[in-house]
């Protein structure tokens, strides 16, 4: 699967954005994604996951709250609102895919990830 990441960008704190993660080459609907994060100096950390039908959505407790997990299947894409922005919330933001139904958080369970989108909160 070849995944897509965009929609990050600067913006203040307390504002929102909307990042998009687009796929192709496998059946989108069978695929959970997961968003990542990455904060400079900082270990790869889970932000939220989603399972192929929808039907189990995960947050950490970072965001819980403030963002929102969401997919269309019909369009090959999942998007993950992000609201209330902190500053401590600006890292590169990566979306991953993989045919999984446990280990939704584990980033080494997800084979296919996206090239990353910057997230860049100021105060």
Do not use: H
Not at 64 to 90: C, V
Request: hydrophobic share 35%; aromatic share 8%; charged share 20%.
């Amino acid at each position: 699967v070849q995944l897509q990441a965009s929609g990050g960008g600067l913006v203040q704190a307390g504002g929102s954005l909307r990042l998009s993660c687009v796929a192709s080459g496998r059946i989108f609907s069978r695929l959970a994604v997961g968003w990542f994060r990455q904060a400079p100096g900082k270990e790869r950390e889970f932000v939220a996951t989603i399972t192929g039908s929808s039907r189990t959505i995960m947050y950490s407790d970072a965001v819980k709250g403030r963002f929102t997990i969401s997919r269309d299947n019909a369009k090959n894409t999942a998007y993950l609102q992000l609201n209330n922005l902190r500053p401590e919330d600006t890292a590169v933001y990566y979306c991953a895919s993989g045919p999984i139904a446990v280990g939704l958080k584990d980033k080494e369970e997800y084979g296919d990830w996206g090239q990353g989108t910057l997230v860049t909160v100021s105060s």
